[in-house]
């Protein structure tokens, strides 16, 4: 009886181990596949990885690419489909001499969805990706689920006359990696960021000159059309790092465009919160799908 109980015991123990071994891992940005959608005469890069019955677009920021979503994938693919999009101009994007508008964009994430047969999707725009996802709403409703913005705007910045120039020209001059360096650097503010920091902006100075100038022209270019987003019908969420930028009046905007809404704020990261802290952005962007019906449990 003791020799069965014991064979009883090991061969639990054995079975248990195994199921351990066998458990799934999380999936990665190296899991995904690697496509490229016609748009116009160029390529536009996009990953796609996971599945589920919604599909989240990721849109990076200014001068970044889809890598900067790589610590969202672990989390999210196993409850959706996730598509990331390297922008027009930057990763492994055509990168033509055009004119960077969040328009032209907004129609690549379009020709992205359309190449990967998705209806509609949640888009999560980091910085000037908010700008971009604004766009995309403005040009298909339809295909949009939910806008969320990342530290970024939803609106354009009121600037003095001739600011918004000064500002876009330093990054069309001999010395615009410096000016890039101090710019990036200072959206770093937390200590012991550095490193993170330095690998952020290695991969942001990959990005052609005339593609970053270009970019900051058609978002802050007094010239440029309007992107503010106006009143949707679809959930407006929020994640900011907690920073007197977003100050009461831009959050009462933010609740003023739709009936769903939800404004959340992060203490103790700077500009790249879902790589400073990618544990707690990821708790917080699920609760916000969740609470509007937007992802799987």
Not at 100 to 120: E, W
Not at 127 to 141: E, F, K, L, N, T
Request: aromatic content about 10%.
């Amino acid at each position: 009886m003791i020799k069965i109980v014991r064979f009883a015991c090991v061969a639990a123990a054995l079975f248990a181990s195994a199921g351990c071994a066998t458990a799934p891992k999380p999936k990665t940005l190296a899991d995904g596949e690697s496509h490229f959608a016609s748009f116009g005469t160029n390529k536009v890069h996009y990953v796609t990885v996971g599945g589920g019955r919604q599909t989240i677009v990721f849109v990076h920021c200014w001068a970044g690419n889809l890598g900067f979503w790589r610590e969202q994938v672990p989390a999210f693919a196993d409850k959706a489909r996730l598509v990331l999009i390297d922008l027009p101009g930057h990763g492994q994007s055509d990168k033509p001499h055009t004119a960077y508008t969040m328009d032209f964009f907004a129609g690549a994430v379009l020709a992205v969805m359309s190449d990967a047969h998705v209806d509609q999707a949640v888009l999560v725009g980091h910085s000037m990706g908010g700008a971009v996802i604004c766009c995309v709403y403005r040009q298909a409703p339809e295909k949009v689920a939910a806008l969320v913005s990342v530290d970024g705007l939803l609106r354009r910045p009121q600037w003095a006359p001739g600011q918004a120039g000064e500002f876009v020209a330093q990054f069309g001059t001999p010395e615009y990696r410096e000016h890039a360096r101090q710019f990036v650097g200072s959206f770093f503010p937390v200590p012991g960021t550095e490193a993170l920091r330095d690998q952020v902006l290695s991969e942001m100075l990959a990005t052609p000159q005339y593609v970053m100038v270009g970019a900051m022209e058609g978002m802050f270019g007094p010239d440029q059309p309007d992107w503010d987003l106006k009143k949707v019908n679809v959930p407006v969420l929020v994640i900011n790092a907690r920073s007197p930028m977003w100050n009461a009046g831009y959050e009462s905007y933010v609740h003023s465009l739709s009936p769903q809404t939800d404004y959340r704020m992060m203490d103790g990261v700077g500009h790249w919160l879902m790589l400073e802290k990618p544990a707690e952005f990821n708790a917080t962007l699920t609760d916000l799908l969740r609470k509007f019906d937007l992802l799987a449990k």
